[in-house]
């Protein structure tokens, strides 16, 4: 199983950035691709963007679009999320995960093989 560990989430006011970082601590990032999700309360969970092995990022589109960047540090072994101007519909929990089964983003959850713990983001005033 591949573990990935989550931090950055918290609260922070509207307008506000915030760094999510997903470090994976036994395999080499570069090896699978990467994803990102968020799931709102009572809703289901969204693709926000992947980067493939090949180092290639795919965003989807939604209501994070130009505000949301993911990236990849090697020699960190870590994957990033910068958010930038949150919004309180920004309110969530936020995912990384692992997809080692085949090279290609998905935004389906059940394509994805292992998920890190996931972290909250609170966007309030």
């Known amino acids: 199983q591949l573990q990935l560990e989550e931090s950055g989430g918290g609260l922070v006011q509207p307008g506000g950035s915030l760094r999510l970082s997903c470090a994976a601590s036994?395999?080499?990032?570069?090896?699978?691709?990467i994803g990102w999700f968020r799931q709102a309360p009572g809703k289901q969970r969204e693709a926000i963007s992947c980067i493939m092995s090949n180092g290639q990022r795919a965003d989807y589109l939604g209501a994070w679009k130009d505000r949301f960047t993911s990236s990849r540090d090697n020699a960190k072994n870590t994957a990033f999320l910068q958010m930038n101007n949150l919004q309180p519909g920004d309110t969530a929990v936020y995912f990384c995960?692992?997809?080692?089964?085949?090279?290609?983003?998905?935004?389906?959850?059940?394509?994805?093989?292992?998920w890190g713990q996931g972290t909250q983001i609170t966007v309030s005033s």
């Open positions: 036994n395999f080499d990032l570069t090896t699978v691709t």
């Open positions: 995960a692992a997809k080692s089964r085949d090279p290609y983003c998905s935004r389906f959850s059940a394509a994805w093989d292992d």
